[in-house]
C-alpha cells in the first residue's frame, strides 16, 4: 500500500530530468513502494476476516483486471501531457482545472487516511512485538505518536533511508513470502493444495464488496510509473511495458500470498483462524510453516514495512501541500523551505501535526487500531483511490474525444479506458454498498466515512470556482502548479 506519488518533486528543478531507466528499475522501485508485507501481513487477513473469507485471494485478480484496461489509456495519455504525474494531473488536462483540483483535494483525503491506518498498524504491531520480548505493554497510540515524531523529524531535516537499504528491505519481504509459499505447498497446507480461493462459491461469500475494498488498496501507487517518463529510454514503450507490469507483477504476488494464507490454514477454518487475531496472523502462520526464526523475520520485516511506508507518506504529503501552496490552493506558509536542509519544513512540520492530532483525536474516542482505525481509514483510502482512477478514465476518454488527431489506436484511445471505466464504476458501487459491513453497521458513521470523497472533491472544485472569479491570473496556471 503506497502512495500516488505526485510529481511534485521538481517542483524547483531548474532543469528537465534525463535517463536512461528501463522498464525493469522502473518496475522495481514502483513495486519496492507498494510495501508488499504490509499489504499480505496487514490487508490480507482482514480481507478475509471482513470480505469474502477464503474466495479473498480472488479479488486481486479481479482488480488487476479492471486496472489494465485502465493502465492502456493512462500509459497512452502519459506520452501527450506536458507533465505526466499522479492521477489529478491527467483528471486536470483532460477535463478542467476545477476537477484537476477537486481530484487534487481527494488525493490529499486518500494520501492521509491511508497514512494514518498505517501509522495505527504500526503502533498496535510496535505494542504486541515489545510485549513479546517482555516490554511494558502501552496504549498503542504512544507507540504510533513515537513513530510519528521520528518521521517528522526525518521529514523536517530532508533525511531519507538509504534507496539500497529499502531495496533490501522490499528483496526480504518478497523472499519471506515466496518462502512461506514454498513451505506450504511442500507440506500440502493443512487442507491439501487446492483451488478453493477462486471457486464461485468462495469468491461471492460473506462481503465480497470489503474484499475488493481490500484488494484494491494493495494496487495504490501503481499508476506512478509515469512520473519516471523524463528518466526513461525510450519512454513511448517503456512506461506503458513499466505500467502493465506492475499491475501483473503486483496482482500475480499478491494473489499468490493470499492463497498461500488461506491453503496454509485452509479454506474451511481459515474465517475462524482470521477472527482470532487478524493483526497476528501472518506472523502466526509464518513461525508455524518457517518456525520461530521465520516468525521473528517477518515480524521485523513488517516493521520496517510499515515505517518505510509512513515515511514515504509524510515525504509525498509534505511536498504535495508545499506545491498546493505555491499554486495559491493552500496557505502560503507552506511554500516555505529550509535554509540548511533544503526541505519543506513547513509543511513538513503541519503534516506531523495534523497526524498527530488525528492520531490522538481517534484514541480518545477509544477506537481499535486494526479493526477500526486501519480498516475503516484504509476503506475511505481506497474509495477515494478507486473515485480517482474513474475520474481519470474519464479525463483520458474525453481528452482523446477532444484530440482526435492523435496518434493512438482505437484501443487505446476508446475501448480499453471505457472498458476500464466501467470497471472501475462498478468497483465503487460495491465498495459503497458494502462500506456498512467494513464499519459494523452504523447508518450515521457509514454515510459520515463515504461522504469524505465527495466532500473533497467538492470543496477543491469550489475552490477552483472561487480562484477563476477572483484569482484569474492563479486559476490560469492551476493546471502546471499542481502537476509541477
Not at 487477513?45 to 485478480?61: D, K
Not at 517518463?229 to 512506461?239: G, H, L, Y
Request: a neutral charge; hydrophobic letters at 55%.
Amino acid at each position: 500500500m503506497t502512495s500516488l506519488a505526485p510529481d511534485t518533486a521538481t517542483t524547483t528543478a531548474e532543469h528537465r530530468l534525463t535517463g536512461s531507466l528501463g522498464p525493469g528499475p522502473i518496475v522495481f522501485m514502483v513495486v519496492a513502494a507498494a510495501a508488499p508485507l504490509t499489504v499480505i501481513a496487514g490487508g490480507a487477513p482482514l480481507g478475509i476476516l471482513l470480505g469474502n473469507g477464503p474466495g479473498y485471494p480472488a479479488m486481486f485478480a479481479a482488480v488487476a483486471l479492471v486496472l489494465l484496461p485502465f493502465s492502456v489509456g493512462l500509459s497512452t495519455m502519459s506520452r501527450l501531457v506536458p507533465k505526466p504525474g499522479a492521477f489529478f494531473t491527467y483528471v486536470g488536462y483532460g477535463l478542467d482545472r476545477r476537477w484537476g483540483l477537486g481530484a487534487a483535494y481527494l488525493a490529499l483525503l486518500t494520501y492521509t487516511a491511508v497514512q494514518v491506518a498505517v501509522y495505527a498498524y504500526l503502533g498496535f504491531s510496535l505494542n504486541m512485538t515489545i510485549t513479546a520480548l517482555g516490554g511494558p505493554e502501552l496504549p498503542w497510540w504512544l507507540y504510533t505518536l513515537a513513530v510519528i515524531g521520528l518521521v517528522g523529524y526525518l521529514g523536517y531535516r530532508h533525511i531519507e533511508l538509504s534507496s539500497k537499504v529499502l531495496g533490501l528491505l522490499l528483496i526480504g519481504e518478497i523472499l519471506i513470502v515466496l518462502a512461506l509459499g514454498v513451505a506450504v505447498i511442500a507440506t500440502g497446507g493443512a487442507e491439501g493444495l487446492s483451488l478453493a480461493p477462486f471457486a464461485p462459491a468462495n469468491v461471492v461469500s460473506g462481503a465480497p464488496g470489503v474484499g475488493l475494498m481490500f484488494a484494491a488498496a494493495g494496487f495504490i501507487g501503481f499508476e506512478s510509473t509515469a512520473i519516471y517518463r523524463d528518466e526513461a529510454r525510450q519512454p513511448e514503450r517503456t512506461i506503458p511495458r513499466a505500467t502493465y507490469a506492475a499491475v501483473i507483477l503486483i496482482g500475480v504476488f499478491y494473489t499468490f500470498g493470499a492463497w498461500v494464507l488461506v491453503m496454509a490454514e485452509g479454506p474451511s477454518k481459515v474465517l475462524e483462524i482470521a477472527a482470532q487475531d487478524p493483526g497476528a496472523m501472518v506472523i502466526n502462520v509464518t513461525a508455524a510453516y518457517l518456525g520461530p526464526i521465520g516468525g521473528a523475520i517477518v515480524n521485523v520485516l513488517l516493521l520496517t514495512s510499515l515505517f518505510a511506508c509512513v515515511l514515504s507518506f509524510h515525504n509525498v504529503i509534505a511536498r504535495y501541500q508545499h506545491s498546493m501552496a505555491h499554486a495559491g490552493t493552500l496557505p502560503a506558509v507552506l511554500k516555505g523551505v529550509h535554509p540548511v536542509h533544503g526541505s519543506p519544513s513547513p509543511s513538513s512540520l503541519a503534516q506531523t501535526v495534523t497526524t498527530a492530532v488525528l492520531v490522538v483525536v481517534l484514541a480518545v474516542a477509544g477506537l481499535d487500531p486494526v479493526l477500526a482505525v486501519f480498516t475503516w481509514l484504509s476503506g475511505v483510502a481506497t474509495l477515494g483511490v478507486v473515485v480517482l482512477m474513474a475520474l481519470t478514465s474519464l479525463a483520458v476518454m474525453v481528452f482523446f474525444a477532444r484530440h482526435r488527431d492523435v496518434v493512438g489506436s482505437v484501443w487505446e484511445t476508446r475501448i480499453l479506458p471505457a472498458v476500464g471505466l466501467i470497471g472501475l464504476v462498478v468497483m465503487t458501487a460495491l465498495i459503497v454498498a458494502y462500506f456498512p459491513v467494513l464499519v459494523g453497521g452504523g447508518g450515521a458513521l457509514t454515510v459520515g466515512l463515504i461522504a469524505t470523497v465527495p466532500l473533497a472533491l467538492a470543496g477543491g472544485y469550489a475552490q477552483a470556482l472561487h480562484l477563476r472569479a477572483r484569482k484569474p491570473e492563479l486559476y490560469a496556471d492551476l493546471t502546471d502548479h499542481i502537476s509541477a
